[in-house]
């Protein structure tokens, strides 16, 4: 079975453009969840989509949306981009979105660089 | 507040040899979830094992296994017999109950196994 995937894989803005990240769980999941990883740091949550309603919002400003569609797959947008939104950003899934032992399951991830 | 603390930045071990990562969390719940992910330089994380906090054995899974010490709020990762393909940044992370799978992660450890 296919695992998480994430697209694109890489992707170059400048300040002030907008971005839609995209994001396929493995089959069978429901939940997807956002995660931001500055480099050198530990990832940072972001948001939680479960049955395409946001379970979970991390400390994130307004610029950061997400939303999940009927197949699951997921999409996470910034708008206004500043520097400091350059990272790794991580997508997961999992069975439920629940704690516990619903262990999520990361992708590739996108590298977004911010000019 | 929720934390977790992973104090070595940089870890070094000889091939074939065991090694211990350390992790230590700060929380109030009784319960929760701990996981262990590696993350190589392509930059997906690799989910390798969870501990509940009310499972009485530690967890294990092949190499892997996980030094669970409730009283003493720490998780260690022990690799057993390390291979050079182990050389990776490893992070600890926790989960909380609630309706969110939401994990909150230290700051990883960096191992590098040597020839």
């Known amino acids: 079975d296919a695992g998480v995937t994430q697209s694109p894989t890489h992707l170059i803005k400048t300040r002030g453009q907008q971005v839609t990240l995209r994001c396929s769980p493995i089959s069978g999941h429901k939940s997807v969840s956002w995660y931001q990883q500055v480099l050198g740091q530990g990832p940072q949550f972001i948001f939680q989509y479960y049955e395409k309603e946001e379970r979970g919002r991390g400390n994130f400003p307004d610029r950061f949306s997400a939303r999940q569609f009927p197949n699951y797959s997921s999409e996470l947008n910034v708008n206004a981009l500043l520097l400091g939104d350059s990272a790794l950003y991580l997508c997961a899934s999992s069975l439920w979105g629940l704690a516990g032992g619903d262990t999520q399951y990361f992708g590739p991830g996108t590298r977004l660089t911010v000019l | 507040a929720q934390k977790i603390t992973q104090t070595q930045p940089g870890m070094f071990v000889q091939e074939k040899e065991a090694v211990t990562l350390d992790c230590t969390y700060d929380?109030?719940?009784?319960?929760?979830?701990l996981f262990w992910y590696k993350q190589p330089s392509s930059g997906e994380m690799i989910f390798l094992i969870y501990q509940g906090s009310y499972d009485e054995q530690n967890a294990t899974e092949g190499r892997y296994s996980l030094n669970f010490q409730k009283a003493r709020k720490s998780a260690n990762l022990v690799i057993s017999a390390s291979q050079l393909g182990d050389s990776a940044m490893y992070f600890c992370a926790m989960s909380f109950p609630g309706n969110t799978g939401k994990l909150i992660f230290g700051q990883g450890t960096t191992l590098q196994v040597k020839p």
């Open positions: 929380t109030s719940d009784q319960s929760y979830g």
